[in-house]
């Protein structure tokens, strides 16, 4: 394995040894070009391969980084259920049995961020581009799945139950969690026709989406579905709709091909835009006042900072 300097100066050499053994089990390769992308005292993420089918391998020597193995299931089913252009997770083990650290190996898209993408486009590509997305987006949200929860399997038939148990996991100031999850409930009704689950990724911004090298309008890959969950799919819908630059009219055109609007979500759209709000807890003076204009929306009381 050629190590750039790099290598040995941000990894420990019993690290290094260990990505070597696993791809080369993994894949019967070498492990070449190693870049580091990321090193800490217990983790570790490099790039490794040709320039045209680079792999991610990480490395953990602690249970603080959420396991490998779940992670591998959810994206498994994800490939397996939804045709969307994503990365591949070759392997992964929680186990320490080949090498003694956590691990797993994925494929690396190659494209480039949509923030940096759109800045360089005209306005006509950038609604074409938008419009791609609107088609990538509405076929990851198009399969039906039969549980709303965690995945790949959910354990809730109700939409509500399913979407107040994430609440109560990704909010953490738990004054704010009690007052939301309250004002939900209050509201049930509005959920009692969402009755599909769907793939439900959560984190859809412009860092996650990445644009093909050559084709300028192209999705080449969604990225990071450890967040995903089966919950109603509107609830990505609305994220990107407050998000700048996520949303526009040639969006909305090409995901409603798959996905009808269902009746009420104006209605519960500023309870997902506030959500994001209330799980990313900034205290910016725009993300307060981002947070306060939806809270007014719904009759809640404004906030002055976050815990």
Known sequence: ??????????????????????????????????????????????????????????????????????????????????????ARMIAADDGRTRIPFRYSIQTR????????????????????????????????????????????????????????????????????????????????HLWADVLHPAITHDDLHGFNVLFHPHRPVEVSGIL?????????AESDLARMELWRGMSSQSFLAAYRDHVPELAGYGERRPFYQLLWCLEFAQNTQDHLDTTNVLLARLGMPSLKRFS
């Open 1 to 86: 394995m050629p190590v750039e300097a790099t290598m040995t100066q941000l990894m420990p050499r019993a690290v290094i040894e260990a990505i070597e053994n696993v791809v080369r089990f993994a894949t019967g390769q070498g492990a070449s070009n190693a870049e580091v992308i990321h090193a800490d005292e217990d983790y570790w993420i490099a790039s490794i391969g040709e320039p045209s089918a680079r792999l991610i391998v990480k490395i953990a020597s602690s249970n603080r980084v959420p396991s490998f193995e779940k992670a591998k299931a959810k994206h498994d089913f994800i490939t397996s259920t939804a045709q969307v252009p994503m």
């Open 224 to 232: 990071d579905f450890d967040k995903a969950w089966g919950g109603p």
């Open 109 to 188: 898209v190659l494209g480039e961020e949509w923030f940096t993408r759109r800045s360089r486009l005209d306005d006509g590509d950038r609604e074409r581009a938008l419009a791609n997305l609107g088609d990538v987006v509405g076929r990851l949200h198009l399969p039906r799945l039969s549980m709303f929860g965690t995945l790949p399997m959910g354990q809730e038939t109700e939409c509500l139950a399913a979407l107040l148990a994430h609440c109560r996991e990704i909010i953490r100031d738990q004054s704010i969690r009690a007052r939301f999850t309250e004002h939900l409930e209050q509201n049930a």
